[in-house]
């Protein structure tokens, strides 16, 4: 696959903030992408998870959310590292603001790229 790209949180909320959301798309692809390489699993492409949150209307992103704790806790658990149900959280996060979601979510693929 492909190492996964640390990257600093609090810009990536900034940038997102400041371009209105638009950066904070990429960031949803890039995460995407990543969270597939760490999990080392052949998930759906940040492109096409990101079409299919925007066609579903955000629907798609509450499943996103929920798999991407799953994929980082495989992940975590192949490392030799605990796993701690994301899953549930970054559901719940998501659905109540989903930068939060987000940021937590680049804070463990930072972790796992070290």
């Not at 609090?10 to 949803?28: E, H, N, Q």
């Amino acid at each position: 696959m492909g190492t996964v790209q640390q990257r600093n949180i609090a810009l990536c909320v900034i940038l997102s903030l400041v371009t209105c959301g638009l950066y904070g798309l990429y960031w949803f692809v890039c995460m995407t992408d990543d969270t597939n390489t760490v999990a080392n699993e052949e998930g759906t492409s940040g492109v096409l998870a990101l079409i299919l949150t925007i066609v579903t209307c955000g629907i798609y992103g509450l499943y996103w959310a929920y798999k991407c704790g799953d994929k980082l806790d495989k992940a975590k658990v192949d490392r030799g590292m605990p796993a701690s149900n994301g899953g549930v959280l970054y559901l719940i996060l998501y659905i109540f603001g989903g930068i939060i979601a987000y940021a937590l979510i680049q804070n463990e693929l930072n972790k796992l790229a070290e």
